[in-house]
């Protein structure tokens, strides 16, 4: 586990802070059980937001990164990501097999997800 450390001076009598990813798998996994991916999400980002004061962007990634790996816990497929590029994303299988999505295929699987409500629609901001 990861605690960030404080400066010296007003702040050194705080006590540590968990990481922003430690805080969003704690988060996750204390407040979010039975909760769809998309309130998770939302609810994490917003704890992070709130109570780390994490600016948005920042703590919808670690929200979405906590939350993938909790999910990819006893999964026994991976994501290579020394075979992936900016053009596909390659998923192995228990035996090794790739298996290849491109960027035209995980569009549509956006599409699928949002039509479920499972996705986490964020106002459009500029890229960081």
Not at 7 to 13: E, H, I, K, L, Y
Request: glycine fraction near 6%.
């Amino acid at each position: 586990m990861t605690i960030a450390t404080l400066s010296a001076g007003p702040q050194a009598r705080r006590l540590p802070q968990l990481d922003p990813k430690n805080a969003a798998t704690g988060y996750l996994l204390r407040y979010c059980r039975g909760l769809n991916r998309r309130e998770a999400l939302e609810n994490c980002t917003q704890f992070l937001m709130s109570e780390h004061a994490m600016p948005e962007a920042k703590a919808e990634l670690s929200a979405i990164h906590a939350s993938a790996e909790l999910e990819s816990l006893n999964q026994v497929a991976w994501l290579d990501l020394e075979a992936s590029t900016e053009h596909v994303v390659v998923l192995r299988t228990a035996g090794g097999l790739p298996i290849s999505f491109t960027v035209g295929d995980l569009l549509a699987t956006r599409e699928q997800a949002r039509d479920r409500g499972a996705l986490r629609v964020v106002r459009h901001r500029a890229q960081q």
